[in-house]
């Protein structure tokens, strides 16, 4: 078996710093970098994509409602229009420190907020899914596992990867229960580690109501404003080598034979 | 002769609007966009890029200060490394939409106190001209004529163009009267189309201390933000047109052959 | 009879200008300042409270949610703790500039998405009416009529004013219809007048479905984004002058013997 | 001898928190609280107020340029009107929080870049102080010891307070070593009590150059930003203790009988 393991890495802003991305990179296959939205200043930007360039991984676009004070966490009722506007803008954004830092932009994957509506609402996800398209079809559209976004992606004929987490609990429903609930979050590494294994072997997950869930994963998202992410990471790394499950970026399609970027289409 | 006629767009925000884009767009062979630093949120770089690949004119990148309040004319004290990564954010998020409608960028300019400062600020002028040669070196570098800008331009071996104004005032050293000094804006259309002509046909400019000025132009800026911008843009080009000087965009170096966008180089 | 008019004011920001706030002044008896959330800088709260002041009309602080590219008008999850410590930050700005003019803050009024929010929810209008409380007693809360939030003023002890609008169609449930929908705003100068009207005198209002609803309302605002803003305000002004209804400002309730700003209490 | 001990403080934003308030407060008689410009979002305004208040410390404002992303550290080219307005925004909002937590807003000082601007530019400082004293005359207007902010308030007719610094190095001119330079913050805890106590027992400081400056201070400044800032408060405390040194608020000029906030003067 394989599975990718992601992180969202470049959450620092201006003088605030927030996790550690230096120590988590070494343990991920894939990092989302927040592209000023809802963190991450064009400074910050370039070095988290300088780092990750040179570490190997895969490298994503975390493109997020624009709320710096909430930190993408506050729903928004925008409309597709601006959805679509913003996703672009972002990914464009990341793509130029990509591209300078020689590497290419891999994939996009929607921050808090956006990524919760993003799972729920169809109209939504189809607005990110053309911005993703608009920019480069051979990216690689990430959203919640079995959730409306990676319909929209499949519908925008994308190739989409269905994420779970270690260490948010799920609702019956397969939603992830918000984080103003108790018990959202799996704080325990060992419990953490252990909900990544079954999903990654079995496809299954233990619900907060205490049933199991069939939920197909291909990507992990290892937190990394953890205090103890590094650890985490490095833990739940090691209990995969040990079930013999590769850790490996996600796979992007075989391109077809595209024009290059900017040349008019047709 | 020939000559680029120029035109600063997109500068609405929210809901807010400024200027009368359609109207000078029919006038003129290239524009520069705001990338939402001081004006142009996403939705408005979307609307407007579609606006100006559908006329076919030369699409740039108005790169900013972050500051919409000021309007990116407040100068601030960056360094290198902001300036560049700031440049390169702007010129990213700009060429997505872009890309996303069909057309490719062509050129940068800096905007207001950018702008200024680049023109005096060698090592400033440097870091603007890394990033849009790091983002790629077949753009086109817009700056004051004669300034540190297009200097720098040529140190980072890209292609630049001097840039003069119909309606700003130029002192005796080739930098533009302040717009805090009263005459800063020749606000007579026919005294600023008369500035123009002299300087497309015979390369000079009378100074507000009342000399002559030898003055290089390959592209002249119409101020988009004028209540009469319409008009003047069709009055400048009425005259050039009389004075047969061909209006057209800036020429593109012939680009090496090139790796694909993101594809890691050596 | 009498009744309040109001208006929205000081929607500048920077370089982008809404509004004709000097023509309207003269026809209202209040006013609601944007506070630099949704609109507003500085600059403009100083001019427009100075402005509003030598016209001698009621000043309010114009709350919203921090979104200048939305306007305030795009609803966000904020938690009751948030609502009031933006409330809370606002109204202090304002009053400060009010203050500094020799004036001083008499209402306070949400805007946009807030000002729907705290109609409809009860908790985040008891966060709004406990900010204005805090702030000072003898505030006036301004709201929809007949919605949660003059419901919640009362809760708080404050004199709280019902606003009807003369240019929005309501829903028969009392809401406004929503600015997405067709017929939301009443373009008309007659029609709106006569809706006005009918509100002021007889206390009833015609909703979009056509049955007629009764309306009790403290105050009518007079929007100051309409182009023809200044004109639609001397309309309905000279209507109720013809119908013999007082137009002033709202009255503060007698203020309690109260300690000096910034005494402690108790 | 007396000394007032002052501490930066607030200066978290949304998700990202810098500083250790609590820890700090305990060994500092007065604290300056960021308002929102260069960090400090309402919330956090909020609860480090309520904190301050408790904690019985004296309670000013951090007045700042508005650049969240540069911390309020980048020089910006703004007018006296605009830094009237800024400042007199920023007093009001926090004066809000002051009063709903039953305590009195105590000083004003400005900070980083604007703190260096006004220390230099005696036009800006003018514009500072009239806003503090439009606001409330009886405030303390708090500056960098010998420079123009002090004079202009002093022409202000305002109570102001020379502020000396125990971790930052001195130039002969009285000016602090920039930031840029090696060098500039005294990292040793022992050199920086030692800095402190010369300043406070004997008015007297070693600059960078070797030199000996005569240098009266009412106030010094603890940085809250410091890893070790709650160790070095303790330590300068006790060291100041030792010396016999009465650690206590600035006092405020006895206040002429004003007329209440809002009423309208003459």
New interface residues.
Partial sequence: ATIDLNCDMGE???????GDDASVLAHVSSVNIAC?FH?G???T??RTVDLAARANVAIGAHVSL??????G??????ST??T???T?????????????A????HHVKPHG?LYNMAARDAALADAIAR?VR??DPALILVGLAGSELPRAGERARLAVAHEAFADRRYESDGSLTPRREAGAVIEHIDAAVAQALAIVRDGIVTTRQGGTLALHADTICVHGDRTDAALFARRLREALDAAKVLITPLAMKPSPPSP??????G
Same sequence: chains 1, 2, 3, 4.
């Fill in positions: 620092s802003f201006g003088a605030w710093t927030m000023g963190a200043d064009p400074d930007m370039r624009p709320d710096l004070q909430g930190f966490r506050r729903e928004m009722r925008v229009d601006e679509y506007a913003m672009l803008y972002q990914i464009g954004a990341l793509a130029g420190f990509a591209h300078a020689g590497a290419r932009l907020a911005a608009d920019f290059a970027m900017g040349e008019r289409v």
